[in-house]
């Protein structure tokens, strides 16, 4: 490891990110936060960083930058790298790497706090008896579900499969699991399904400082299909899924991939020259959308720029940037 390279760790972690092995906006917040302490412990112990802080401080940055460019549409990603090396100080190696260390616990337990905390008011939206609509996998979206079957409620479940990586049969194992009874439907079944659903659930990727939610392709079209059914639609976020960059009105960007993940190659070759796309997200905007659900309460999407200027008064630092 050279003062700026990545300990192993930390391209181990980028590489699950990038392939989705570790996959979900949550997820991945804990999962980098976890490889910046991993960090933190190999600059302390190698050569070129063990005894310089502003090598130790660079290393840092460096394995920042790695993690962050691995998937471009999750802002918990960039926000739990902020939240790490805001945290990072000290004058010697050693306290920069305790520093590093305590900031990437905090930062998990507080991740599962604030999930357990939306449970809760997710699942008050929530009655004993209903059914409900889920796309995609979301841990945040599951602690609503999982939050109401703890109150005691009987609760149901219609499961989109969510093309094309189906993430979805994640989805139906873990409510399955819940004592949840699940309905699989591909997703094209959605609209039929609507009529026999009372609510729809879903996380989000990232949440614009107008309201829009960025979460997996496919969550606009169901939310424009919930409002013409008359099916309230929420999106359980934690509020590492505000993006402060929203705020000065940039732009979310939509992650392209892989053709392969939507057609094998011999189907395509059979088909001939055609053009493949593969957007991994879209935007739902604010007006198909109920509510926000976060660990500081409901909001309708409207009115979620107070809590991000409250949250993020001064914008998006980049920390890990070349001083
Ligand atoms: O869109 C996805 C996952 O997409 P992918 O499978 O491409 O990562 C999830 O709905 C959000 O990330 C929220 O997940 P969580 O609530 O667990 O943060």
Not at 193 to 215: F, M
Request: charged share 25%; proline share 5%; glycine share 6%.
């Amino acid at each position: 490891m050279t003062d700026t390279e990545p300990a192993p760790a930390v391209g181990d972690t980028a590489e699950s990110i990038a392939t989705m092995e570790i996959r979900g906006a949550a997820t991945i917040a804990s999962a980098a936060a976890e490889a910046l302490a991993e960090q933190a412990e190999a600059a302390a112990e190698a050569d070129a960083t063990a005894t310089d802080p502003a090598a130790f401080r660079a290393s840092m940055r460096a394995a920042a930058r790695t993690l962050r460019e691995t998937r471009p549409t999750a802002v918990s990603l960039p926000n739990a790298l902020r939240y790490v090396l805001q945290r990072m100080e000290g004058d010697s190696v050693d306290r920069l790497r305790r520093s590093v260390v305590d900031a990437s616990e905090a930062f998990v337990r507080q991740l599962d706090r604030a999930q357990e905390d939306l449970g809760r008011v997710g699942a008050n939206r929530l009655a004993d008896g209903d059914t409900v609509m889920t796309h995609c996998h979301s841990t945040d979206a599951l602690a609503c579900i999982e939050a109401a079957v703890e109150q005691g409620k009987s609760i149901s479940a219609v499961v989109k499969e969510t093309r094309p990586r189906q993430q979805g049969h994640i989805t139906a194992e873990q409510l399955r699991d819940a004592g949840v009874p699940v309905t699989l439907i591909v997703d094209s079944a959605a609209r039929r399904y609507l009529d026999e659903v009372d609510h729809v659930v879903v996380g989000a990727d990232s949440i614009a400082a107008d309201g829009g939610v960025i979460n997996k392709i496919g969550t606009s079209g169901l939310a424009v299909n919930a409002r013409e059914r008359g099916v309230p639609i929420m999106t359980a976020a934690q509020t590492i899924k505000l993006h402060p960059e929203t705020l000065t009105g940039h732009t979310v960007e939509i992650e392209m991939r892989d053709e392969g993940e939507v057609i094998a190659p011999e189907s395509r070759d059979e088909i001939g020259e055609i053009a493949v796309e593969n957007p991994a997200f879209d935007v739902t905007p604010p007006r198909y959308m109920d509510a926000i659900v976060t660990e500081h309460g409901q909001f309708p999407p409207e009115s979620i720029v107070t809590l991000m200027r409250e949250l993020f008064g001064e914008g998006a630092a980049e920390p890990w940037a070349e001083p």
